[in-house]
């Protein structure tokens, strides 16, 4: 325990290396989003107080219970990211087998992957839940007290969660596989939102337009129990608040239960790490395969399909996208598209745009997860492409294929199924189906060339590489190519709806633009990715 701080520093130095005026003023416009964000989360938040707390006799029960609807959400939220951090820390990590060769007790070992798994599946939640509490606060005109006792609460909250996560991290990985585990869980974690969403749709009243059933359908969810740490947590902010006076009962079970569970991971870790470790470090020795290998043309699609199918962490993610795909289609199911046409007759080809608007976001998301990252995901081992016979042109290109190929056939799917549920056809269907395919194409090229010009070789955690600044540069890059090819498209539907009739100049100067505009974002990143990658020694 005494050599933590020790361990922590190159963490620490690394950090204050990397933070000068270059990076901060690179990473200034990502800030000032997440600021931004923060911001209207607050004022949503409060506003949704506002007229929640104005409505009589239930207003303060129905502030209460959404309080209560928020801590069950990170409960859930904070308890599955726990345990699948917990799992590649303390057995999937890069540095394990650096560490085990120090002279460290198996006690701080331990104890720094414990604070690496808190921080790494918190600093969500620290980041973005702030600003709801901070809303209540204002709300109720709360006493200062209010603020650090919820802090207080938070805290203990998320190391409660974080020594609960680990503690069944121990148990579970010495019963399976941890590489196993850790997608088993993505897979239950998969499936329960997808039971509690259909369950909270299957609550939601029928008839929208009568707000007693919308109140009765809120009030009828139970997210309490005296049992859970988020009861806990509720009546310890909401006693804070002033509603009633401070009773310190449910502020110490979060204090001795934090403690409680933290000593128990500790002792699980004690227990079952060492024979853990041994089950998961690769034993030597293999086999051969047999098979036809593709001609240098197709190589390295081939190897790249080679790996995603061996790689669960990467094929299993697709459960995931699947499950959110499959939400939005039934989203779009439930429209009322005919009620909503008495109010404008346009509403339909809103609906449209607004989907390719949304097809595009979400294809933006996953190549920022699958296509950014293609290059950087070759690690260390790239020396064996960059020394092989096969140019830097043919290796970027066919990264592109890869990503461009599945893609593209997600998002048209996608939008086709969307147009299906809605009853869209003709014209609309085709105009909708040839923008997904030309936005398929440019944000593929997008994300293949930023990143051979940003690229992430060494890296921990593949899903980091999004994460960076050169994943940020894309992500910002890649939503103003899809918004701004929609608002192209949105524009000879306004000047039909302003005129009566098709405007084909206006038409032709907006696909015009299109095209050049997606080319423009399709072919310079994967020129200038050629070039940077031929640079590289």
Known sequence: MLRLP????PKFLSFRNSVNKGVVLRRLPFMLIGLVFAALLYIGAYKVLYYIRDIEFIGEALSKKLLSMVLFSLTGFLLLSNIITAISSFYLSRDIPFLLTLPLKRKEILALKTYETVVNSSWMVASFVPPVFL?????????????LITLIALILFMLLTSATGITIAHVMTRLFPAKGMRDMLLFISLVLFLVVYFMLRASAPGDAGRPEELLSAILSFRAESPLLPNYWVLETVWESLGRRPFDALYPMALLSSAAFFLVLSFAAGVAFYGKNLEAVRPKTGGRTTAGIYPGMGHALLYKDFKVFVRDTGQWSQLLIIGALLLVYVYNFKSFPVEAV???TPLIREIIVLINMLMAGLVLSAVSARFVYSSVSLEGQAFWVIRSSPISMGRFLWGKFSYGFLPLCLITTALVFLTNLVMDVRGILMFASIATVILLSLSISGLGTGLGAMYPKFNYENIASVSMSLGGMVFMSLAFGVVALTVLLEAWPFYMYYKTGGIMWPATAVS???????NFAAFYLPMRMGIKKLNRLE
């Not at 020790?6 to 520093?9: D, G, I």
């Not at 696909?511 to 505009?517: D, F, K, P």
Request: charged share 5%; aromatic share 14%.
């Open 6 to 9: 020790v361990l922590l520093m």
């Open 511 to 517: 696909v015009i633009l299109m095209l050049a505009l």
């Open 135 to 147: 809303a209540y606060g204002v709300s109720y005109a709360a006493p200062p007290g209010y603020y």
């Open 341 to 343: 046409m008495k109010v």
